[in-house]
Structure formats: structure tokens, C-alpha cells
């Protein structure tokens, strides 16, 4: 009965097992790795499930996958943004490439914090291995900057992949198997590109921080702080800073990226303003990107203590808003009329489009492809190149501005230096005309215009040195008007005035050129004439006798005749005598020429 029973059932047990097996197959198609074939990407046969409190086991996940409870990847791409809990993702692969048994499966997005793998083999032997940036980068299979691993895989013995992944940053798991040779080549090409790249970095970097030193600008320091924020949120994103820079640092693999992040960001701010002049040319801008720039001040100091998880998402989620202030500032400032700023916003645009490009992944709105992963790397760096000319271009126009205003303040400056000396030298001159005119007044006596006797004191004395010093002889005529008492007497002092100046006159007129003639006192008259011997002093003396006595002073109804004495004294060339004596001897001969009867002429003694 047992072995009838038994007999019925088999058949529908068989059929069933066939069934599953058959439902198993649908649900997880096999990757084949055909002949010649050295790449494969997992994602067309992958499926994957989500485990929320991460607590599932392999075997567990190996049956229901078995059981086809794996779904298919949304849009065949392995990105989901930030998500809570375990991934888990299976594959099946069959090897029929015979001359490649060994293979390197890589896991191409660097932050993933654990990344397990599960390889069941067909005797149903499993292996674990895992990696991911909280494990220490000297455990990976290849010291690559992805997280890899070897797989033997036998031709004719398919293997099952189980890979787990957990993460605080976004979840991306691109898994491509690679033989060692393509595996090589891939590797190289992208090398060699990501070379380039951060050599273009690194010279900008090092170029705009030597011109930020040597010009002392800021604009230039915030650029070059914006280069190497920018270079490190890249460095980290490709997974170069945990292969290079701190591999055994896991903590710092994953809070460098949004500190990296904010400090970018806070360097695009301070730039944006700089470069933009913000605080002179739209305020309400700057003090918007002001705020944005303390908030990212504050997010890199924190992004050391916060979680990771909020820190990257509040990072990434910041860049939203940051590039959206950037570019309308540069909008209105453009519109302004301010040429640098439309050079600022081609540059921009070039970054900003990488950069929204690449936040869109991280959240899972946009795919992971080629131009995806890379385009940010190419718009960055064309934006920098460009921000770099702009900054140049920039800098040359304010050069040429601040020219132009030191040459205008120049030539301002100039021009009232020319005004103030021409005032001054117009003032000197006529202080110069006025002291003279003094001196001149302070010289002549006041009635007759002849010099006074305060001149002829100063002169008389060095005047009669100098001539005789000279060789020469020097001459002194004293004159006297005759009764002048009674002129002054009979027609009052101001016709005598008028005679004192009359008389005066025609002394001046009548003595050669080079005679001084001086009011000695009253009605006294001295004339000193340097060159002069005895017979050109009685000549002289004659002469103005003469004209005095012919000279008709018309006066009330009547005319006014005139006469005067004059005694003369002359040194001798080569005398030796001084002023006072010589003075006296005129004065004599004066004396002896009124006593012997007035208008006449006596000639004192010659000092010889
Ligand atoms: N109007 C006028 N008279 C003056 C001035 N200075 C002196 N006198 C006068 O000149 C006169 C000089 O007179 P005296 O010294 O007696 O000489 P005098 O009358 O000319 O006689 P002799 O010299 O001997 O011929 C006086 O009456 C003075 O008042 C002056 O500035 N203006």
C-alpha cells in the first residue's frame, strides 16, 4: 500500500519540483559570458530586494531568490539614492569563455560604506568576502579605487551572486565583471583620463593661489579655495582620497565628501561675491550668498560630528539652492550691464550642469551612464579653465580702471599744481613789485621825488669807496635856493613847495646819467656823481645854475625867478678821503658861495 501510495505521489512531487526549478529560472535569468567576451555589466540579469532593518542572512536571501522574489532593476540601473537598511542583489553567471576562468567583479561607485558578496558555487559551497570604505583599503582584492573581487568561475559550473550592501551615502551598485586584461585596460584609460583631469586641477589650483599671493587678491583665494574643495569632493566621489589619502581612515573616506562638499560650496559663495562685486553692484544678492556661505561655513565645521547620512544629504541637497543664488546673481548683475559677469555665467553653467547632473544620480532621479558619471568631471573642468580667464579678464579690466582713474587724478593734479604755481609766482612778483615799490618810496623823499636824506646816507659813503677802489674820480655838489625865507615869506609855504619841487626837477633833468640827487634838508640839494673829475663837476654844477636862474615860476600874477648857490668838492682818482670830510668841503664851498653873493658856483678843494 505504502509503496503504491508512494508511486502516485512521486510523479506529482517530480512535477513540481520541475515546476519550481522552472520558475526559479525565469526569475533569474543566467549571465552567460560567451566566448571572446572580456566585460560584462550585471545589471541586465540582476535582481534585487531590499532588507529595511539589514538583518537578513545569505542563506536566507540565496532561497528567496531561488524563490523569484527578486525584482528586476528599476530602469536596468543599480541606483536608489539615499535609502535606509540592506540592498541585496543576485545574479546568476555561466562561463563559457574557456579561456577565462578568473574574472574580477567591480562594484564602480566608491562611497558605498559595506559591500558583501556571496558566491555559491554549483556543489553548494558558498564564499564570503567583503569590502566597502569602512573596511580598510588594503583588504581589497585589487588596490583599485573600487571596491572588487576575484571570482574563479569554471566553464560549465554557473555561480551564484549574492552581493549585500549597505550605506549611508547614496546607493549606487554598478557591478561589471572584468577579465584581468580588460580589467587592465579600463583601468589605464580611466587613469589616464582622471590624470589629466586633476592635473588640470591641480595647475589651476597652484597657478590662482601663486596670483592670489602675489597680487594679494582675494577673488583669487576663493577661486583657488574653490579649485581644491571642488578637486577633493571629486577625489573622494572617484574614491582616489580613500585609495590615496587616508586608507585606513575609514571615518574620514566618508565625512570628507560633504565636508569637501560645504567647503566648495562656501568657497563659490565668497568668489561669486567677490567676483560679481555683489556688496557695490546688488546687495539683496550679496547678502543672500552671504547667508548661503555662513551656512556652509557651519556645515563643514559640522560635518565632522553629524551623522554622515544627514550631512551628504543636507550637502547635496544645499547645492540646489547655492547654484541657484549663484546664477541669478549672476543674471542680474549681467543685466547691469557688468561684462565679466556674462563670462561668469557661461563658466558656471558648464559646472552647474555637471553638478546638477550628478546630484540627480545621487538621488536616483537620473540613470548612472558614461555622461553621467563623467560629464561633471569634463564641465568642471572646462568651467574652471574659463573661471580662470574670467578671473584674468577681470583682473585686467580693473588694472586698466584703476589706470585710468590714477592717470585722470594725475592729470587733475597736475593741472592745479600748474594753477597754484602760476598764483604763487603771479603773487611772488607782485609781492616783489610791492617790496620794491616800498623800497623805492622808503628811499625818495616825499615833497621833491629825489631821494632822501636817509638814502643818501646808506649810499654816500660805499658809493664814494667803490669809484675809488675803482680809479675813478667822484664828484659832490651841494646846492642852496638863495632867499628862500623870503620866498616862503612873500607867497606862502606852498608856493615854496612848488619851488622846492621845481627846483628839484631840474636838478634831476640836468645832472648825466648815473648823478644822485638827494634833498639833503630844507631847501638843500646834494648831487653825487661817481666818475666825475673837478671839471665836469663845475661843468655840471654850472649848467643846473643856469637852468635854475632861467626857470619862471608862475605864481598868483606873476612869475617867480629862482636862483641857487652850489659849492662843489671832488676826490681825485686815487684820493684818500671819506665821505664825511668830502662833504664838508662842498658844504664850505656852499657857504663861500652864498657869503661872496648867491647864485654862483665855488669849488671846494680837491682831495688828491
Ligand atoms: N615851503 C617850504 N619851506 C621850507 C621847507 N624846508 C625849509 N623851508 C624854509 O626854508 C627857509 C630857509 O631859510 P634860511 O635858512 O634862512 O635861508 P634863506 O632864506 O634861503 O637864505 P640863504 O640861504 O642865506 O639864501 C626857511 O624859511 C624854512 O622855513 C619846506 O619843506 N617847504
Not at 353 to 366: D, K, N, P, R, W
Request: charged share 20%; with cysteine.
Amino acid at each position: 500500500m505504502r509503496d503504491k501510495g508512494w508511486s502516485r505521489v512521486a510523479p506529482i512531487v517530480l512535477l513540481l519540483w520541475l515546476l519550481s526549478l522552472a520558475f526559479t529560472t525565469t526569475a533569474s535569468p543566467t549571465l552567460d559570458l560567451a566566448a571572446g567576451q572580456t566585460r560584462a555589466r550585471l545589471a541586465p540579469v540582476t535582481t534585487y530586494i531590499a532588507d529595511p532593518d539589514g538583518k537578513a542572512t545569505a542563506a536566507e536571501m540565496f532561497t528567496r531568490a531561488g524563490r523569484g522574489e527578486f525584482a528586476p532593476l528599476p530602469g536596468g540601473n543599480a541606483t536608489f539614492g539615499f535609502v535606509e537598511g540592506a540592498y541585496w542583489f543576485h545574479a546568476r553567471l555561466a562561463n563559457l569563455n574557456h579561456a577565462e576562468s578568473r574574472w574580477l567583479l567591480v562594484l564602480e561607485y566608491a562611497l558605498l560604506d559595506e559591500v558583501d558578496l556571496y558566491v555559491r558555487h554549483a556543489d553548494g559551497r558558498v564564499d564570503h568576502f567583503n569590502s566597502g570604505d569602512l573596511v580598510p583599503f588594503s583588504k581589497r582584492s585589487v588596490s583599485y579605487r573600487h571596491p572588487n573581487f576575484w571570482l574563479d568561475i569554471e566553464s560549465g559550473r554557473p555561480l551564484d551572486l549574492l552581493v549585500r550592501t549597505s550605506s549611508k551615502s547614496s546607493m549606487q551598485v554598478p557591478l561589471t565583471l572584468y577579465t584581468p586584461g580588460a580589467f587592465l585596460e579600463q583601468a589605464r584609460d580611466a587613469q589616464l583620463g582622471m590624470g589629466i583631469y586633476y592635473g588640470i586641477l591641480l595647475a589651476l589650483l597652484f597657478y590662482n593661489l601663486t596670483l592670489s599671493l602675489s597680487l594679494r587678491d582675494r577673488s583669487h583665494f576663493f577661486y583657488s579655495a574653490h579649485v581644491f574643495g571642488f578637486g577633493l569632493v571629486q577625489f573622494c566621489l572617484n574614491g582616489f582620497a580613500f585609495e590615496y589619502l587616508w586608507p585606513d581612515w575609514p571615518w574620514l573616506a566618508n565625512a570628507a565628501v560633504p565636508m569637501s562638499m560645504s567647503l566648495a560650496m562656501l568657497a563659490m559663495q565668497l568668489f561669486s561675491r567677490d567676483f560679481l562685486e555683489l556688496p557695490r553692484r546688488f546687495r539683496l544678492g550679496n547678502a543672500l550668498l552671504l547667508i548661503l556661505a555662513s551656512f556652509h561655513a557651519l556645515l563643514t565645521v559640522a560635518s565632522t560630528v553629524l551623522d554622515y547620512r544627514i550631512a551628504v544629504m543636507i550637502g547635496t541637497a544645499m547645492v540646489f539652492p547655492g547654484v541657484a543664488a549663484i546664477i541669478f546673481c549672476a543674471i542680474v548683475v549681467a543685466r547691469r550691464k557688468f561684462p565679466p559677469a556674462a563670462l561668469f555665467l557661461l563658466a558656471w553653467a558648464m559646472l552647474l550642469g555637471g553638478t546638477i547632473v550628478y546630484a540627480m544620480v545621487s538621488f536616483g532621479v537620473l540613470p548612472k551612464t558614461f555622461a553621467t558619471e563623467y560629464g561633471m568631471q569634463i564641465g568642471s573642468a572646462a568651467e574652471m579653465i574659463f573661471l580662470s580667464f574670467a578671473l584674468a579678464y577681470r583682473w585686467a579690466s580693473l588694472r586698466a580702471e584703476n589706470e585710468r582713474i590714477a592717470r585722470e587724478a594725475n592729470e587733475r593734479l597736475e593741472q592745479r599744481v600748474e594753477e597754484r604755481t602760476r598764483e604763487l609766482s603771479e603773487a611772488l612778483q607782485q609781492l616783489g613789485e610791492a617790496h620794491a615799490r616800498l623800497r623805492e618810496n622808503s628811499a625818495r623823499d616825499g615833497l621833491t621825488g629825489v631821494f632822501n636824506r636817509r638814502h643818501f646816507d646808506q649810499t654816500f659813503a660805499p658809493l664814494l669807496r667803490q669809484c675809488l677802489a675803482d680809479g675813478r674820480p667822484f664828484s659832490v655838489l651841494a646846492a642852496d635856493l638863495d632867499h628862500f625865507k623870503r620866498i616862503n615869506d612873500e607867497y606862502g609855504h606852498l608856493v615854496g613847495d612848488d619851488c622846492l619841487r621845481a627846483v628839484a626837477s631840474t636838478l634831476q633833468q640836468n645832472t648825466p646819467d648815473g648823478a644822485l640827487v638827494a634833498r639833503f634838508g630844507g631847501e638843500e640839494f646834494i648831487v653825487l656823481m661817481a666818475g666825475a673829475d673837478e671839471p665836469a663837476a663845475r661843468e655840471a654844477a654850472e649848467v643846473i645854475r643856469q637852468r635854475v636862474a632861467a626857470q619862471l615860476l608862475p605864481v598868483e600874477n606873476t612869475a617867480l625867478r629862482l636862483t641857487i648857490s652850489i659849492g662843489t668838492a671832488t676826490a681825485a682818482a686815487g684820493a684818500s678821503i671819506d665821505a664825511a670830510t668830502l662833504l664838508r668841503r662842498a658844504d664850505e664851498a656852499l657857504y663861500e658861495a652864498k657869503r661872496s653873493g648867491r647864485n654862483r658856483i665855488v669849488q671846494g678843494s680837491v682831495a688828491a
